[in-house]
């Protein structure tokens, strides 16, 4: 079974700021992706970042990178120059390669402060 | 053009009434799911299904019957609405094993159901 933590609950930033929310994973699958997913209040889930286990490097993705230990099982997500429409809880997921179930942690709920 | 639509997005009802979710992704994925996201927003799956197969079904009542009448359309009914039911019921998709972007899931707008 999988599983996915992530320990803070809110967090907040200042505007322009960086901020890295935490997660952490436990899986017996060697391979398998992880995921950060943004829920704005519009409710709408948007995918943010995606990362194989099998490569070394970290995603990116303009503003959002992860840094990914996969030794450690920890997958934190940065977010540079935060900007007012980052205001969103952010989960972490993952799922095993060859099975697409989905599985997410609880959320950060992320304020920016003007 | 929406990818994945659900409809209503916004659903009341009473105790004990039965109601339908209808979801549909234009995205020519194979596989569909519907998630349940709690009053705590924990996202929790429920079904899955592969080219019109149920694979995964999660310790979900029997009052909840998922439908795929083709790989584009997956409904879900629910029967006997109970106060637990209220929530936000997500559809998603993806375009299944071997695809490239295999284990992404996109998901619809989410419809909030409310049970008085």
């Known amino acids: 079974a999988q599983t996915v933590t992530q320990s803070q609950p809110e967090m907040s930033v200042q505007e322009a700021e960086t901020v890295t929310l935490s997660c952490t994973y436990d899986t017996s699958e060697s391979d398998y992706y992880l995921f950060w997913y943004k829920q704005p209040p519009s409710r709408q889930m948007i995918l943010v970042i995606r990362q194989e286990a099998y490569k070394q490097q970290n995603a990116t993705e303009n503003r959002f990178s992860v840094n990914f230990q996969k030794a450690a099982k920890s997958f934190s997500l940065k977010i540079s120059d935060s900007q007012l429409g980052d205001a969103a809880m952010y989960f972490c997921?993952?799922?095993?390669?060859?099975?697409?179930?989905?599985?997410f942690g609880t959320g950060t709920r992320l304020t920016i402060i003007p | 053009d929406t990818a994945v639509s659900q409809t209503p997005k916004y659903l009341v009802t009473q105790m004990g009434n039965d109601k339908s979710i209808k979801c549909e992704q234009n995205l020519g994925h194979d596989t569909m799911y519907w998630y349940k996201q709690d009053s705590k927003k924990f996202l929790k799956i429920m079904f899955s299904y592969n080219n019109k197969e149920l694979i995964i079904n999660e310790t979900v009542p029997n009052r909840f019957s998922p439908k795929s009448p083709d790989k584009a359309h997956l409904n879900l009914h629910i029967n006997s609405l109970e106060l637990g039911d209220s929530a936000v019921y997500f559809c998603?998709?993806?375009?299944?094993?071997?695809?490239?972007?295999?284990?992404?899931?996109?998901f619809g707008a989410g419809s909030r159901l409310t049970v008085l």
């Open positions: 997921a993952a799922n095993n390669f060859g099975n697409e179930k989905l599985t």
């Open positions: 998603a998709s993806c375009p299944g094993l071997g695809a490239i972007g295999a284990n992404v899931l996109t």
